[in-house]
């Protein structure tokens, strides 16, 4: 199974930022994917950034240049550091695993097909 757990979500001020941290617990299954989602009221939940199993990284082209991810391994964390954070950045950001022999619901994103998902954490950008 594979447990994700969300934490550092917040209200800041246009231009602030913030870190997210995404803590994991998996067995069974081996992980090709590990990444973070965000769902705006009204909207559909878009990816934001991934990390693939090689090591490649990838942003969505809304928040290349200012958000960055990373992962300890040691500690089965995932981080996404925000900067210069935009009003239109305000959601509720989900950690997400994708594993092999699994299948999600959702389209791949970025070549990776997304199964499991965190209960999320409300990130909020003030003008």
């Known amino acids: 199974q594979v447990h994700l757990v969300e934490s550092g979500g917040g209200s800041v001020q246009s231009g602030g930022s913030l870190i997210l941290s995404c803590a994991a617990s998996?067995?069974?299954?081996?992980?090709?994917?590990m990444g973070w989602f965000r769902q705006a009221p009204g909207k559909e939940r878009e990816g934001v950034a991934l990390?693939?199993?090689?090591?490649?990284?990838k942003y969505s082209d809304s928040v290349k240049g200012r958000f960055s991810t990373s992962q300890d391994n040691s500690q089965k964390k995932l981080y996404l550091q925000m900067n210069s954070l935009k009003p239109e950045d305000t959601a509720m950001y989900y950690c997400?695993?994708?594993?092999?022999?699994?299948?999600?619901?959702?389209?791949?994103?970025?070549?990776?097909?997304?199964?499991?998902y965190g209960q999320g954490t409300q990130v909020t950008v003030s003008p």
């Open positions: 998996i067995s069974t299954y081996t992980v090709s994917c």
């Open positions: 997400a695993a994708a594993v092999y022999g699994l299948r999600g619901v959702d389209l791949p994103w970025m070549g990776c097909n997304f199964y499991y």
């Open positions: 990390i693939d199993s090689a090591g490649r990284i």
